[in-house]
């Protein structure tokens, strides 16, 4: 059996913001006295800057989370990665074969973030200044503190690590306990390696299907109605490219789902495929055929 120590690591993104919202009496209170109630039934927070004010920050790392469940192009590359598998408490597998890759996608997107943070720093003040004005009766100082405070909130991190093999583990408690132990990390390494097969032929599945269904709703005579776009090609094209690294157990199954994927897109491109009604239709069968072949293998 593979060793997933052997064939990945793991990686871990963690980041935060400002909510800048607060529980307010005040609010609360006329909320309960307008709707006839008490604050047994209803409370109300106030927020602290309008809301367009705080998005740049928030939408890179909400993006860099997006890129590592698969769902998001990186910026660097500008290519999607099928998303990695959960190991725990946050931290992901990442296939060593996607190690450059994804390391320089969300250093990109780290770079954004504080880019993104700066420019906060800089419109705050007036951010501030217009919550004073604009709602005075629920303005309460003491809930901001300094621009530093505020910025101290933001946070963006990425961390590695090694997975866990059992052949590293040393000790002087008895072999039952050693073996025992050895066991037990060997059989979660074995579990996770499943969820990584899980996770990519869910992918596949996912992606195939989304194609089948874009290439068989399309309606040349009324396209706004259905449209294809190029990114239903684009993420089987990055899919087709990253399934070797995601397929940590080498399964030729999978290996021969890559393949059919290949040839359902060929080199045609999305424009092609709006143009060619038969093209458009073969694809859509092929594409159809490939996420439930896969379906049915792993089922």
């Known amino acids: 059996m593979t060793a997933l120590h052997e064939k990945a690591a793991l ?27 008490t604050d047994k039934w209803v409370t109300a927070s106030v927020r602290l800057v309008e809301k367009h004010v705080l ?3 928030k939408k890179v790392l909400g993006q860099a989370r997006h890129y590592l469940d698969g769902k998001s192009a990186g ?8 998303g990695l598998p959960l ?9 060593n074969l996607l190690n450059e890759q994804v390391t320089r996608n969300l250093g990109q997107y780290e770079s954004e973030f504080f880019d993104k943070v700066e420019e906060l720093r800089a419109v705050l003040p007036t951010a501030i200044d217009t919550a004073k004005s604009e709602n005075p009766d629920l303005f309460v100082e003491a809930n901001y503190g300094s621009i530093d405070d505020i910025i101290e909130r933001y946070t963006f991190g990425v961390e590695y690590n090694l997975i866990p093999d059992a052949n590293d583990i040393r000790s002087d408690a008895s072999k039952e306990f050693v073996a025992t132990l050895k066991a037990q990390v060997t059989g979660r390494a074995d579990r996770k390696l499943k969820e990584v097969t899980d996770k990519v032929t869910g992918t596949i ?6 194609l089948a269904n874009a290439l068989e709703n399309y309606d040349p005579d009324n396209k706004s109605k259905s449209p294809f776009r190029d990114s239903a090609i ?14 940590i157990s080498g399964d030729a199954k999978i290996d021969k789902a890559r393949q059919d994927l290949l040839a359902v897109v060929g080199n045609k491109s999305a424009k092609e ?22 379906s049915n293998l792993f089922d």
């Open 11 to 37: 990686v871990s993104l963690k980041g935060s913001t400002w909510k800048a919202t607060v529980p307010s009496k005040k609010a609360t209170q006329a909320a309960a006295e307008t709707h006839g109630t």
């Open 55 to 57: 998005e740049g920050p």
């Open 75 to 82: 910026p660097a590359d500008g290519k999607t990665i099928g």
């Open 87 to 95: 190991w725990e408490e946050g931290w992901r597998i990442l296939p």
């Open 205 to 210: 599945i996912e992606v195939a299907g989304h």
């Open 234 to 247: 684009d993420k089987v094209r990055d899919l087709i490219g990253v399934i070797p690294a995601l397929n």
């Open 273 to 294: 495929f709006r143009e060619d009604d038969n093209a458009r239709e073969d694809a859509a069968a092929k594409a159809r055929a490939v996420a439930d072949n896969i």
